[in-house]
């Protein structure tokens, strides 16, 4: 058994871009299909298995052109597993409307009124192609999916598969091998205090399933692993310096995961390679695998396709504007 992890595709439907949207917003959906079909040509590998940021805006026009091109890879013969993350669920918007885009997103977005026009300023988009008007600037407003409607519209590439699920946390379990199995892990819906760093990544009842699977899967002799979108172990020192959702995903969090006994998670999200460890104070071990974004191969998108020493360089010259001394 072979597998492959790609994460963080972007995915973005043409009927999502507004007049005048450059061409390169066109590269998202260009580099995911030659993707997706090189995926199902190859027999390098027997499974995929997809971390999250699946889609670029969350809207459901793309949801389903995507999982058009996931049915391709499955109908190859692979298994493909999913995950969803925040772009899949949290706001829609075009791509020129993106590049703008004046609103920090909160924790529940889909229930905020950002898409209802009497509460959106659209004057306040900041980089509107030149010569077109604001009307023509404005592309039709959609509300995302929301991660309930997700749970069920990838049930085949995953939740179908699994023997067991934790539906609550939209995260589930499935045997690559009868002996290796592999925890989906959605770390993105919880029901707790976003800005708190103590706060874990997954709600108290799926660590509990995830310690009773961990058992089901040593009583069977099995090696287990997971999946889950955003790192377990900060790849670069400023990544504890992000916004709320990224302050979730502490060392601890991996401590805990490491003495319920999952020793590797490949993750996503940071959009650049990275393999990281973390050691609990009990001495166990996990070791996090950060998978590069699809999205990143799109040489114009400066905003998704930064690379790790260029996040480097910024977090070295952020110390140094700071006062803080090299030694
Ligand atoms: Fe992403
Ligand atoms: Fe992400």
Not at 14 to 40: H, Q, T, W, Y
């Amino acid at each position: 058994m072979k597998f492959a992890v790609i994460s963080d595709t972007h995915y973005l439907s043409d009927s999502m871009l507004c007049p005048g949207a450059p061409e390169d917003a066109r590269l998202k959906k260009k580099i995911n299909c030659a993707v997706f079909r090189s995926l199902a040509k190859t027999d390098a590998f027997d499974t995929v298995l997809i971390t999250g940021d699946l889609t670029d805006a969350g809207d459901e026009a793309s949801h389903r052109e995507y999982i058009e091109l996931l049915r391709e890879v499955k109908e190859s013969g692979k298994h493909v597993y999913v995950l969803t993350a925040t772009h899949d669920f949290q706001f829609s918007r075009s791509y020129a409307m993106k590049k703008g885009w004046p609103v920090s997103y909160q924790a529940h977005p889909w229930n905020l009124a950002w898409f209802d026009k009497d509460h959106f300023d659209y004057r306040s988009i900041t980089a509107k192609p030149e010569g077109l008007s604001d009307a023509e600037c404005v592309p039709p407003l959609v509300k995302p999916c929301t991660p309930e409607q997700l749970w069920e519209l990838y049930a085949e590439f995953g939740r179908d598969q699994a023997f067991s699920e934790f539906a609550p946390d939209y995260s589930y379990c499935v045997k690559l091998e009868e002996k290796i199995w592999c925890l989906m892990l959605n770390n993105n819906f919880r029901d707790v205090d976003p800005m708190n760093n103590m706060s874990p990544s997954y709600s108290p009842g799926c660590l509990r399933w995830i310690e009773e699977t961990v058992r089901e899967a040593r009583a069977e002799g099995a090696f287990i692993f997971a999946c889950t979108h955003h790192p377990l172990v900060p790849p670069v020192p400023a990544y504890k310096l992000g916004g709320g959702d990224r302050n979730m995903r502490r060392a601890y969090v991996a401590h805990m995961l490491a003495d319920l006994g999952i020793p590797l998670v490949f993750s996503g999200h940071t959009h650049f390679a990275d393999v990281g460890f973390a050691r609990s104070d009990r001495g166990n071990l996990l070791c996090d695998i950060t998978t590069p974004g699809l999205a990143s191969l799109q040489k114009k998108n400066v905003r998704y396709g930064y690379h790790r020493d260029s996040v480097l360089c910024a977090e070295l010259r952020f110390f140094l504007a700071m006062g803080y001394s090299l030694c």
